[in-house]
């Protein structure tokens, strides 16, 4: 009786790894799984059922002669089942389309920024940097702001704690310092970057925002310079059908200071319900002047030989009038709605 039965587990084993050999996908591994191992009618259980019959001192050989087999069947479909799925992988259709990674893109004030920036380096001017915790000093003094002016007041400026005179600077002029100590002219340059100013956020308002500076000191530079400079970079950003007006004006650090507007690039001043310039016709877009000889001196360079001229403008109202953002602090929620308008 033993004999048999073990003669019979040899054959069903042969038989087993016969079909096994043969198997090539997971359908067929399945039917043959159930064809051994399934609960109902599986040859296994099968043979498991029928230990009950062997004689009682045949019983420990057999039931460990069924256990082998069991364990090899079920070691093998699992290892089939691995080699199927790998082998699946391999033969995955590559040709089908990937999945769709949206593009970022950079954010408008980046674009402004770089178009700002392209214009004035083709025109020569080099790109420069500063610190954005700066010295009153740099921020203020040498800029030839006097002790008690606004602008240095606690309400209008973040100084920082515990560290004498040093405040989140409120324009990029302290480049003009820094730079103007550490050249020797001629100077051509501009300096973009954030600017921190105490104001309560509002559509017209951040408590931080980015100005491009632009500086140029050299013998013999009069204010037609400036307004030629002035009137290539925005024709260069607005068109050439944009008019320029300088209207005399006020910094500590320029003499004489002027701030600059264009005409209204939508209406040209003809359409007295204009969204943009509201019938106005002109729309402030930054301010300038001849450097102050007192600035050229703060800094090493002698007024008699060199003269030269400054503007600055804020890349915020820039993007805001060519592309009619009508919120500044739309430029800082981060809603995709916004941000990827400007690809
Ligand atoms: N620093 C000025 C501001 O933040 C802007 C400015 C005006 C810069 C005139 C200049 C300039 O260089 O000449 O309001």
Known sequence: MINEFHNEIEKIKGVFLEELKKIQS?????????????????IL??????????????????????????????????NKLEEIGSGEKLTRDYSL???????????????????????????????????????????????????DHPARDEQDTFFIDGLPETLLRTHTSPVQIRYMKDHKPPIKIISPGKVFRKDEPDATHTPVFHQVEGLLIDKGITFSHLRG????????????????????????????????????????????NCRICKGGGWLEILGSGMVHPQVLKNCGIDPDVYSGFAFGMGIERIAMLKHEVRDLRMFYDNDLRFVTQFG
Request: net charge neutral; glycine share 6%.
């Open 45 to 78: 259980t099968d043979l498991l059922k029928r230990l009950k019959d062997v004689p009682r001192e045949e019983k420990p050989a057999a039931g460990k002669t069924v256990n082998k087999l069991k364990v090899l069947i079920e070691s093998s479909i699992t």
């Open 229 to 272: 400079t002035l009137e290539l970079f925005i024709h260069s950003f607005f068109g050439d059908n944009v008019n320029l007006r300088f209207r005399p004006s006020y910094f500590p650090f320029t003499e004489p200071s002027a701030e600059v507007d264009i005409s209204c690039f939508l209406c040209f001043g003809k359409d007295p």
């Open 26 to 42: 997971q359908e067929s591994l399945k039917t043959l799984k159930d064809k051994y191992v399934s609960r109902k009618k599986g």
């Open 97 to 147: 389309p990937g999945f769709d990674y949206p593009q970022g893109h950079p954010h408008l004030l980046s674009l402004i920024r770089s178009q700002i920036e392209d214009i004035l380096l083709t025109m020569g001017y080099d790109i420069a940097y500063g610190p954005e915790i700066e010295q009153d000093y740099y921020n203020f003094t040498a800029l030839n702001f006097q002790k």
